[in-house]
């Protein structure tokens, strides 16, 4: 976090900052007696450590590309939270019309589909080794709307969470 005194108190100075502020990726955390608290607005997202990095590796989901393997560590730390196609692309350096057409060319896919993949596949393994409800789970991995959730994984998985839970599981015990 980055404290900057303004010594101009008009209203429309302040407002100025701000806006400037904002354009350039910095979050306003508050203002107060003239004092204006920012943060890079991607510093409040998790970003990888060497360990982190191998273990994410491991397990992704995500295609091996040089070029992506920033985006795709930055989606794997992050998709359980509110994150979006911007703080993907403030992340990694990258305008967001920059960011969308490279992974389009490389994957096939924008950056909005693999971070809803990322959450589908984390809700189809909590459906399958947890008890939590499915409502928990959608919060889990990321969504505040729960309906959002129900239909993303009723078009990925051709199936509601519960139904395709009982079936799973059924199977497994075949």
Known sequence: MTNILVSDAETKTKNLLMKCLETAGFEVIFTENGLVSVQLAHE?????TESEKSNALRTSIFPSIPRLCEVFE?????YHQSIRLKEVAQAVGYSSAYLTDLVRRLTGKTVNNWIIERRLVEA???LLETNYSVDEIGLKVGY?????????FRDYYKNTPRAWRETQRSHALL
């Open 124 to 126: 189809s393994t909590l």
């Open 144 to 152: 505040q709307n729960i309906n959002h959730f129900y239909c993303q």
């Open 44 to 48: 409040k997202f998790s970003t990888t």
């Open 74 to 78: 930055f989606i794997e730390l992050n």
